[in-house]
């Protein structure tokens, strides 16, 4: 469905972005990795990709905080493949902090990785995807960009604001082949939300499976846990023919969070 086409994922070294960029590359895109890594695991990822999916990958370690290193990423894509056809805003970190005690550093470095750096690969991305007139623009906001949670304000604050990029970018794209949306997962099991179960369980003196249990229901009424192969299959029927026109769209797959 997809030969032809360059998928850049942002993030996609791991987790959630790891999981959509097999997804794309299953359905025949070639990919533009990006994250970060131990170097040689790195490789051997993309050679693993590059031989199950019979597409090319690429990989770059710019730094999403940094708009000359997304500059530079962007270029790379373009030298590389000609442009970036499909692009996946998911590089993202997280603090957790009550918001008189939150650090300003925090703060600024939430900003710029989980929003700033979908405008610059955006703004970057969008003249060849107008020239093709076709585009998919997917950007990663969390159900915490719908509803909010304590102690989370900059994730919240930027998740919130990539939701109205989101829906900016749609907006102004309207009357092309490009769309962008927004997909809002609830708890996915990545690393980042392993170690809140970890510091959950030794906190609470539970097992694993407890912790995990008790981290779901407090917000996930569904008890499980959405995973990366799912919000992958999202992102494809975004990409489809189907998806051509949802535009603007913030699609929670929450188990029901945002239901609530």
């Not at 360059?6 to 359905?27: D, F, M, N, P």
């Not at 939430?110 to 003249?127: C, D, E, G, Y």
């Not at 499980?224 to 603007?248: H, K, M, W, Y």
């Amino acid at each position: 469905m997809l030969q032809g086409k360059t998928a850049l994922v942002t993030g996609s070294t791991s987790g959630i972005g790891l999981g959509i960029a097999r997804a794309l590359a299953q359905q025949g895109a070639n990919l533009m990795l990006n994250g970060f890594g131990d170097a040689a695991e790195i490789a051997q990822l993309q050679a693993d990709l590059a031989a199950e999916f019979k597409v090319q990958v690429e990989y770059d370690g710019a730094d999403m905080s940094q708009p000359a290193q997304i500059e530079a990423m962007m270029a790379h894509a373009a030298a590389r493949f000609g442009r970036v056809d499909i692009l996946v805003n998911n590089a993202g970190i997280q603090h957790v902090a009550a918001l008189e005690d939150f650090p300003t550093e925090k703060w600024d470095a939430i900003l710029a990785i989980n929003l700033s750096s979908a405008f610059h690969t955006t703004r970057l991305a969008l003249p060849a995807m107008r020239a093709a007139n076709w585009g998919r623009i997917i950007n990663l906001a969390s159900v915490h960009g719908l509803v909010a949670s304590a102690q989370k304000s900059a994730y919240v604050a930027a998740k919130h604001g990539l939701i109205g990029l989101t829906k900016v970018t749609a907006l102004e794209t309207a009357q092309s082949g490009v769309t962008a949306n927004a997909i809002c997962p609830g708890w996915v099991l990545t690393p980042l939300v392993q170690k809140q179960v970890d510091a959950r369980a030794a906190r609470d003196g539970l097992s694993g499976e407890e912790a995990k249990r008790a981290l779901l229901l407090e917000k996930q009424p569904s008890g499980e846990f959405v995973t990366p192969e799912q919000l992958g299959a999202l992102a494809v029927f975004l990409c489809s023919d189907a998806g051509s026109q949802i535009r603007g769209a913030a699609w929670n797959m929450d188990g029901g969070w945002a239901a609530q």
